[in-house]
């Protein structure tokens, strides 16, 4: 080992002083370090410490004045030095791969003041490199895969080993990567350490997986370097290069002939040397004898062919089916092509085997109709099962009861024939559903039920009739045979749907000259125009007669009569009026002016009612001084009242009793226009009044229904007595009409008005009784 040394100048004070003055001359002092290139080797094996160097200054003479101290990293601990010569020591094996330097400090000092004779220098103490670590395969073992049937140089993965020993010196950590195990396979990259594919067509399934054993050398490669080993396991992963293979060309299927449809009746398999999606396999069979019974689809599972029933069998009508089966992969590889097809085929054949079955009906249900009320023993309509088998057994029948719990039909035993048990009512059951049994005469378990649905029919009960009241208009310049009305029909009969109706002229009307029917076969007719030259002077409305008929059960028919009306036309065929005043109506009179002459007569009766209403207001406030009521003016003042014929002051239901009658009755408000003829005055014992009075009372008194009032009160008569004497209308009348009545003024305010009627009455009395003697 070989020291080199040098010399190292530093500034004798504490640190470097700093320039205050361009100008001025600082005095400048040297110093110096001399000593060795410090390296320590690793893993030192020997028994005495390592030397690594030496500490020099060119302050020491040799006079032992000076003394050298050492610190940081590993001082005292792993380096030591002698205070007097400056010799360095390792006191303990070092690892590089631990820490590769350490940082250490230097001083001399005075060996008697300890005073610093040099600043602290700072140095640094390397270990060095030894090839003592071998690469190593951090991530190892390695899986890998790559495709079968993959061309030489595929691209498999890449290993990668780390050395720990320094890259910077030597060959120590230089790895160079080979293989051990695993050629001709695969081969790897020396510098990089990709694995490649070292040998075409290498087949999955003839060997799936490879084990190789990679080795990784430091010191490049060279006699001597370390080395290390990994195992990469490599899979080829599948592709789709073998196509799907019957295991044999011929399959033999044996089914009975009473199995259900859509059922399995056998499995067949092509093999397929690929696995997952690549060993898929689609069956087809190919178009022939079996494709139009025979089915067949794929188990996801485990890939076999299953073949389904897709129509009934039958021994009696055919014993044996052969066809071809095609089994292909669903993913094909396009690079394989060239291979060949990628498909395989098969024969099968399937054997029926006979079976002893229950009848067969010739139909899967029946349906029958019945019109209700048909006499119990109609027969109805029919059911046939037949013995298919070879043995051909006879067929009895038999409602099941369960159906037909009232036995409603009944059916024959041998030839299956229904008929009715009892009258039917359509508005009680409308339809009956009923199970008829088959039985084998020489199997009796071997049975089987067919739906019969039977519907009671409703009996044809109304005849049809117009669908509406139809308003037929005729065009007086209508063409010949020209259909003027569409018109239909409808029946209270149900169902409606499915009725049918005919049309036709009754044949007393077959010779009418002017309409005919004309029956469109969709449950509408026409009128048709039998000549050109209506006029509605001659004749306004025509009646047209049509017999109208279903097609119920029985049949029924009725007679309708259509009205058409003559109108007038334009030219195109749109009416004008069909109304005969419209004949005498001025020409060119348009339908504005008609509106304003009606409008102006109505304007004129309003004027002639709203006079006649004023002559009648005024001819009535004439006959009173006062626009008062006369009769509110008597009650407010508490005057006599009007008397029992003032019904509108108060409310006379109580005095009255409603089963008098009475007539003649005067208004004393009003003035009388016509003279009265004077009367005799009533006695107030008139034996008729006392008899009338005396009977009425009977009658009120055996009456539980009248009211409880007076029945003096209800008469109004005045009794014996009486001071205001009797108010009754009897009597009024006969007042002679010449009295004076001057005397009420005299009475007061209160009669007034009173007197102020009486008063003109009597003037005009005087004024006819002067006119008389003048005469």
Not at 131 to 142: H, I, S, T
Not at 207 to 218: G, N, P, T
Not at 389 to 400: K, L, N
Not at 740 to 759: E, N
């Amino acid at each position: 080992h070989s020291t080199l040394s040098w010399t190292l100048n530093f500034n004798l004070g504490t640190s470097t002083p700093q320039i205050a003055n361009a100008n001025k001359e600082l005095p400048r002092v040297k110093r110096g370090w001399v000593w060795n290139q410090f390296f320590v080797l690793e893993e030192y094996m020997g028994s005495d410490p390592q030397y690594v160097g030496k500490l020099h200054t060119d302050l020491d003479k040799g006079d032992s004045l000076v003394k050298y101290t050492l610190s940081g990293d590993g001082a005292g601990s792993i380096f030591t030095i002698d205070q007097t010569t400056g010799d360095i020591h390792a006191l303990r094996s070092l690892d590089r791969e631990e820490k590769p330097y350490y940082t250490l400090r230097a001083q001399a000092v005075d060996i008697d003041t300890n005073t610093p004779l040099e600043p602290e220098s700072e140095f640094v103490i390397k270990v060095q490199d030894i090839n003592d670590n071998e690469p190593k395969f951090l991530e190892g073992p390695y899986v890998a895969s790559v495709p079968e049937m993959s061309p030489v140089g595929t691209y498999v993965t890449q290993v990668t080993a780390t050395d720990a020993d320094d890259p910077t010196y030597g060959n120590s950590a230089r790895v160079v990567y080979s293989i051990l195990h695993g050629q001709p396979y695969f081969s790897v990259d020396p510098k990089t350490g990709v694995i490649k594919t070292a040998l075409p067509n290498m087949d999955r399934e003839v060997k799936e997986e490879y084990q190789v054993l990679i080795q990784a050398k430091d010191m490049g490669g060279q006699l001597g370097g370390l080395a290390g080993t990994t195992i990469v396991n490599i899979t080829l992963s599948d592709v789709n290069d073998n196509p799907p293979r019957f295991s044999k060309s011929f399959f033999h299927l044996r089914v009975p002939e009473s199995s259900a449809v859509g059922s399995a009746i056998g499995r067949i398999k092509a093999h397929d040397l690929d696995i997952g999606r690549n060993a898929e396999v689609e069956y087809t069979i190919v178009p022939g004898d079996g494709g139009t019974v025979f089915d067949i689809t794929t188990n996801d599972y485990n890939q076999e062919g299953i073949v389904i029933l897709k129509r009934p069998l039958d021994y009696e009508s055919k014993k044996a089916y052969t066809f071809k089966v095609e089994a292909s992969n669903a993913h094909i590889d396009p690079r394989f092509q060239s291979f060949g097809a990628f498909k395989d085929t098969a024969t099968v054949k399937i054997n029926v085997l006979d079976v002893d079955e229950p009848p067969v009906f010739n139909k899967p249900s029946y349906v029958m109709d019945v019109y209700e009320d048909t006499p119990a023993g109609t027969i109805i309509g029919a059911v046939t099962a037949q013995d298919l088998d070879a043995s051909s057994s006879p067929v009895r029948y038999s409602i099941d009861w369960r159906s037909d719990l009232d036995s409603y039909f009944d059916i024959d035993p041998v030839e299956g024939t229904i008929s009715t048990n009892d009258l039917l009512d359509r508005e009680t059951i409308a339809q009956h559903n009923i199970s008829v049994v088959a039985t084998k005469l020489n199997s009796p378990v071997l049975t089987s039920r067919v739906a019969v649905t039977v519907h009671v029919l409703d009996i044809n009960e109304f005849p049809p009739e117009l669908a509406s009241p139809y308003e037929t208009l005729v065009c007086e310049n209508a063409r010949l045979g020209q259909v003027i009305q569409t018109f239909g029909a409808k029946d209270k009969d149900v169902p409606s749907a499915g009725q049918q109706f005919s049309f036709r002229t009754p044949k007393e009307d077959m010779k009418n000259k002017n309409f005919t029917i004309r029956d469109f076969g969709n449950n509408t007719a026409g009128i048709v125009t039998k000549r050109v030259g209506f006029r509605r002077r001659l004749q306004e409305i025509y009646f047209l007669p049509v017999v109208i008929e279903d097609n119920g059960y029985p049949p029924k028919s009725s007679t309708g009569t259509l009205t058409i009306r003559v109108c007038g036309c334009q030219s195109d065929g749109s009416v004008l009026s069909c109304s005969a005043e419209a004949i005498f109506l001025p020409v060119g009179l348009s339908t504005g002016a008609l509106i304003a002459i009606l409008l102006c007569i109505v304007i004129l009766l309003g004027i002639v009612v709203l006079y006649v209403s004023l002559r009648r207001q005024k001819k009535k406030e004439t006959l009173m001084s006062s626009k008062e009521d006369i009769r509110d003016n008597v009650i407010h003042y508490d005057d006599e009242g009007g008397g029992e014929e003032d019904t509108h002051a108060f409310d006379m239901g109580t005095l009255r009793n409603p089963k008098v009658v009475k007539e003649n009755l005067y208004r004393r408000d009003v003035k009388p226009e016509m003279k009265r003829s004077p009367k005799p005055p009533v006695s107030q014992d008139s034996a008729d009044i006392r008899d009338f009075i005396h009977q009425r009372l009977v009658e009120h008194d055996l009456d539980n229904s009248a009211p409880p009032y007076d029945s003096l009160a209800t008469y109004a008569y005045e009794g014996e007595g009486s001071v205001a004497e009797s108010l009754s209308s009897i009597e009024s009348i006969t007042v002679d009409l010449e009295e004076d009545y001057d005397y009420l003024r005299d009475w007061g305010p209160r009669f007034k008005t009173l007197a102020g009627i009486f008063g003109e009455q009597s003037e005009t009395q005087s004024d006819s009784t002067n006119t008389e003697n003048a005469h």
